[in-house]
């Protein structure tokens, strides 16, 4: 290991959440808008994915909560009085691994941007 690195054990722990996002949203950056802009969910919160199926209008998205936060936006997500769920988000999948969620929602690993 090297010299600064955190061993994995003593990382924050989190949860990554496989979402399902009305058509109403049209990419990636009107999305984390209102993630970042929502009361309801953790600032801490991540957006990682997020992808448009053309043939459907549905858009999928995968975020990363962190482990504390999770239950209480678990709670949210099942409120229909929410904000979220009123604006057409809806959870699918959650795991504690990525590549699970992302094979859940059929989604590929987006090339790396450099």
Not at 21 to 43: A, N
Not at 54 to 61: C, H, I, M, R
Not at 80 to 90: H, M, R
Request: hydrophobic residues 30%.
């Amino acid at each position: 290991m090297s010299s600064g690195s955190v061993p994995k054990s003593k990382r924050g722990k989190h949860r990554w959440v496989g979402l399902e996002v009305s058509g109403v949203v049209q990419d990636r950056k009107e999305f984390k808008h209102m993630i970042e802009s929502s009361d309801e969910i953790p600032s801490t919160c991540r957006v990682y994915d997020f992808s448009r199926n053309e043939g459907t209008g549905k858009n999928l998205a995968i975020i990363r909560i962190p482990l504390q936060d999770y239950n209480s936006f678990r709670e949210i997500l099942g409120d229909d009085n929410s904000v979220l769920v009123k604006s057409g988000i809806k959870s699918i999948t959650s795991s504690g691994k990525i590549k699970l969620v992302r094979e859940r929602l059929n989604l590929k690993r987006p090339k790396r941007k450099r």
